[in-house]
T-cell receptor
Framework: DTGVSQDPRHKITKRGQNVTFRCDPISEHNRLYWYRQTLGQGPEFLTYFQNEAQLEKSRLLSDRFSAERPKGSFSTLEIQRTEQGDSAMYLC??????????????FGDGTRLSIL | SQQGEEDPQALSIQEGENATMNCSYKTSINNLQWYRQNSGRGLVHLILIRSNEREKHSGRLRVTLDTSKKSSSLLITASRAADTASYFCATDDSGNTGKLIFGQGTTLQVKP
């Protein structure tokens, strides 16, 4: 399967701990997006990369959150000092960059984070 | 923040019936997309309609777009139990980032 893969699928941790998620996009896709989804809501944009450059970050992304995409391939999202409100599904998506953004995004199955 | 609202929030129909979901948005767009999400899974792209298009078909799916009303609808014809899922509309931010702004979704249940 050459789709978007995310690891781990589930993460349970205690409040205050740090967590890191990984996303492997479709290999030829130059754009990579992170979204957060809480129960009963649609995904909310967090940040995106074009190749290795992080070009936009949402105000939702507090200073406890950091994302990287070294070498423009896989990406990691780290949350430091987790809080109860961080409990959510974290979704990664990739696409081909194009003028006007008219490209569908391919999503992974997400990492579900539960903070105890 | 969410782009807009979807209506209805939940829909329950019998297999074979048609399902219509509506989406409203707030800002100018380049395109509008519809995605499906099965429980506990990621989103799957269904169809993309550009701002200069009014209607688009893909198999049993029909999407309309009215930019003057800032609204879109998704029609699924001859529904099947396998269509049971949440459906989301998403708009881009009219820039070149490609980032998507999602609605709250419609949960569709198709009873066999």
């Amino acid at each position: 399967d050459t789709g978007v893969s995310q690891d781990p699928r589930h993460k349970i941790t205690k409040r205050g701990q740090n967590v890191t998620f990984r996303c492997d996009p479709i290999s030829e896709h130059n754009r990579l997006y992170w979204y957060r989804q809480t129960l009963g809501q649609g995904p909310e944009f967090l940040t995106y990369f074009q190749n290795e450059a992080q070009l936009e970050k949402s105000r939702l992304l507090s200073d406890r959150f950091s994302a990287e995409r070294p070498k423009g391939s896989f990406s990691t999202l780290e949350i430091q000092r987790t809080e109860q409100g961080d409990s959510a599904m974290y979704l990664c998506a990739s696409s081909l960059g194009a003028s006007g953004g008219n490209q569908p995004q391919h999503f992974g199955d997400g990492t579900r984070l539960s903070i105890l | 923040s969410q782009q807009g609202e979807e209506d209805p929030q939940a829909l329950s129909i019998q297999e074979g019936e048609n399902a219509t979901m509506n989406c409203s948005y707030k800002t100018s767009i380049n395109n509008l997309q519809w995605y499906r999400q099965n429980s506990g899974r990621g989103l799957v792209h269904l169809i993309l309609i550009r701002s200069n298009e009014r209607e688009k078909h893909s198999g049993r799916l029909r999407v309309t777009l009215d930019t003057s009303k800032k609204s879109s609808s998704l029609l699924i014809t001859a529904s099947r139990a396998a269509d049971t899922a949440s459906y989301f509309c998403a708009t881009d931010d009219s820039g070149n980032t490609g980032k998507l702004i999602f609605g709250q979704g419609t949960t569709l249940q198709v009873k066999p």
